[in-house]
């Protein structure tokens, strides 16, 4: 071994935990349900591509506020919705009381699911799993819930892609923990096949578009630094210059991918359905 090669410093290990409990804290902030009803669309055409026959065993992990659960209790399904916000599982068990929709709804880590193998035919997420911090034990445990030819459902957000922009710009204004994986590697096709391939006898993913459609960039920038979990983190986080200087990027970038000439918000933002067959 080469001295240069001694001396190099091992790579940072992030602290998931904390990560996890930094994380737990945005999402818990806000009330990200005022952006999440707006995503409904997604978990119907997610159910759509799975072909979701009714009947089915259907999971929701990360649920939110219920767009995948609610999706697959149109169709008929036996649906639990899990996620590790109580406030999210309230939002989501008023809209299905709502609805007249039969679901179960529990707390859950998606790194540590209370379920037995093979418990469930069909395992959704949409733009939930994508952000826990060990991304490889989430891939695991969903794989692990999932019968044989049953099939995993997931609509996750590209780097590429708007959402995924947005959290490229709050890093530059406060850089993620060293070592930590980005929620969006979970929009590549190639991630996918990491996580999944050893399990899976199928990886079908397509990139598909979401269009948030808003008053103006002020009402935007207004609806996600009060609701939405990570940005209203990051303004916190900053000080007057900093909030100042992340605004005027957020508005740059909200420029950048408004398709609206008369001074609404038409932005669309790209998401990578995946539908992957348990072998």
Known sequence: MSTSA???????????????????????????????????????QLCEAIDLRAGSKVLDVAAGNGNATLAAARRWCDVTSTDYVPALLKRGRERAVAEHLMVEFREADAEALPFADASYDVVLSTFGVMFTPDQDKAASELARVCRSGGKIGLASWTPQGFIGQLFRTIGQHLPPPAGVKSPALWGTAA????????????????????????????????????????????????????QAALNRDLLALLEEFNHADDGTIVVHSEYLEAVITKR
């Open 6 to 44: 001694a001396l190099k410093p091992a790579p940072t290990q992030p602290d998931l935990a904390a990560l996890k409990q930094r994380q737990h804290g945005a999402w818990s902030s806000g009330d990200y349900a005022v952006v999440g009803t707006t995503l409904q669309i997604v978990g119907e």
């Open 191 to 242: 991630r996918l096949e990491e996580m999944f391939a050893s399990q899976a006898s199928e990886i079908a993913a397509e990139p598909r578009m979401f269009v948030f459609r808003y008053r103006s960039p002020d009402h935007w920038l207004e609806i996600f630094k009060t609701f939405y979990g990570p940005t209203l983190k990051a303004f916190a986080a900053l000080d007057a210059n900093g």
